[in-house]
């Protein structure tokens, strides 16, 4: 059974930096499209960033563009997520999951097969 656990969440100040890993475990996740999403206080999740098996092909939501850095590990089965220049704005839980390599790449939670439970960030003014 495949899991994800996600780590390197915390509180920081606003224009403060964190870096999240997700380990997965349970099986190689190599040939999987990995992607960070994220679920704010009353609101709906939404997604933060992907990168594809190979770690050459990324996508980013708008708001974190230029300010967030995703990469990957496949011999450690590890995935990051660079966070610079915080702002009150991303306060949210953080999670990490994994397409199966038939699917495209894609940036709806739904299409990913294996979910982690989240990590906490929370960025003060």
């Known amino acids: 059974q495949v899991q994800l656990v996600e780590s390197g969440g915390g509180l920081v100040q606003a224009g403060g930096s964190l870096r999240l890993s997700c380990a997965a475990s349970?099986?190689?996740?190599?040939?999987?499209?990995m992607g960070w999403f994220r679920q704010a206080p009353g609101k709906e999740r939404e997604f933060v960033a992907l990168i594809n098996w190979t770690g050459d092909t990324t996508n980013y939501a708008e708001s974190v563009k230029g300010r967030c850095t995703i990469s990957r590990d496949n011999a450690k089965n590890t995935l990051f997520l660079q966070m610079n220049s915080l702002k009150p704005e991303d306060t949210a839980v953080y999670y990490c999951?994994?397409?199966?390599?038939?699917?495209?790449?894609?940036?709806?939670?739904?299409?990913?097969?294996?979910r982690g439970r989240g990590t906490q960030v929370t960025v003060s003014s």
């Open positions: 349970g099986r190689t996740l190599s040939r999987y499209a």
């Open positions: 999951a994994a397409s199966p390599p038939a699917q495209v790449l894609t940036t709806h939670w739904y299409d990913y097969d294996y």
